[in-house]
């Protein structure tokens, strides 16, 4: 019977690793503490840029944020904007701490734009609002429809007002759905437009806009 030959493992020496270990540590001892030393004053100081630089700043920019939001409900859309010469407006807030004030400040910007009549500057503010409100996040997307309407831009303020009646499945995606059918008017395209109005009578009769959808509708129907 043929010998079987049994593979074996090289035989550890357990001593010698030590020793090389040993010998690494030695040899290389103070690039390792520099290198651990480093890691831990970058980590010092990341730490206290947050609590003493970071954090203060975003304390202070909410809180300048207050009276510009009291002049947003007042409807005072240029003070909440630009100031009132003491209190920062929204667009200085961002000038100065960017989003360090909150995503919102991008959205109320954006909306004193547009009332102001200020349809691009509207836009980019609306554009960079990156809230995670589903609701907010909708009227900062249908606010954009409006701008692009304002700009007699009906194409992209459809696809816009579409969006925002997408991005959020609730009683004021009529206004959205509503919007659109009457840019899509304004494009001549009638046949969509009723697509809208029949739309909101399906799924949202029970808003305003639902209240009173049935004489868009005849009057489309009645043009056909």
Same mark, same amino acid.
């Given at each position: 019977?043929?010998?079987?030959?049994?593979?074996?493992?090289?035989?550890?020496?357990?001593?010698?690793?030590?020793?090389?270990?040993?010998?690494?540590?030695?040899?290389?001892?103070?690039?390792?503490?520099?290198?651990?030393?480093?890691?831990?004053?970058?980590?010092?100081?990341?730490?206290?840029?947050?609590?003493?630089?970071?954090?203060?700043?975003?304390?202070?920019?909410?809180?300048?944020?207050?009276?510009?939001?009291? !002049?947003?409900?007042? %409807? *005072?859309?240029?003070? @909440?904007?630009?100031?009132?010469?003491? &209190?920062?407006?929204? +667009?200085?807030? /961002?000038?100065?701490?960017?989003?360090?004030?909150?995503?919102?400040?991008?959205?109320?910007?954006?909306?004193?734009?547009?009332?102001?009549?200020?349809?691009?500057?509207?836009?980019?503010?609306?554009?960079?609002?990156?809230?995670?409100?589903?609701?907010?996040?909708?009227?900062?997307?249908?606010?954009?429809?409006?701008? !692009?309407?304002?700009? %007699? *831009?009906?194409?992209? @303020?459809?696809?816009?007002?579409?969006? &925002?009646?997408?991005? +959020?499945?609730? /009683?004021?995606?009529?206004?959205?759905?509503?919007?659109?059918?009457?840019?899509?008017?304004?494009?001549?395209?009638?046949?969509?437009?009723?697509?809208?109005?029949?739309?909101?009578?399906?799924?949202?009769?029970?808003?305003?806009?639902?209240?009173?959808?049935?004489?868009?509708?005849?009057?489309?129907?009645?043009?056909?």
């Amino acid at each position: 019977m043929a010998n079987k030959i049994k593979n074996k493992e090289p035989e550890i020496n357990v001593g010698e690793a030590i020793v090389e270990t040993e010998h690494f540590f030695t040899k290389y001892k103070k690039a390792v503490i520099y290198t651990v030393g480093a890691i831990v004053v970058l980590f010092a100081i990341v730490l206290l840029y947050k609590q003493f630089v970071l954090v203060p700043q975003q304390n202070e920019a909410i809180n300048q944020t207050f009276v510009a939001e009291q !002049y947003f409900r007042a %409807n *005072d859309f240029e003070k @909440a904007l630009n100031g009132d010469g003491n &209190a920062l407006g929204f +667009a200085q807030l /961002i000038n100065e701490y960017g989003s360090k004030s909150g995503e919102a400040v991008y959205f109320y910007a954006g909306v004193c734009q547009l009332q102001l009549g200020n349809y691009n500057e509207a836009i980019e503010y609306l554009e960079k609002y990156k809230g995670e409100d589903p609701i907010i996040t909708a009227r900062a997307i249908a606010c954009i429809g409006d701008a !692009y309407v304002g700009l %007699n *831009d009906y194409n992209r @303020a459809i696809t816009q007002f579409l969006q &925002a009646a997408r991005t +959020a499945d609730n /009683i004021f995606a009529a206004s959205y759905l509503m919007k659109a059918g009457l840019a899509y008017e304004e494009t001549g395209d009638k046949e969509n437009a009723l697509k809208m109005y029949e739309e909101i009578q399906l799924k949202y009769p029970q808003s305003a806009e639902g209240f009173e959808i049935n004489k868009y509708i005849t009057r489309i129907k009645s043009t056909k």
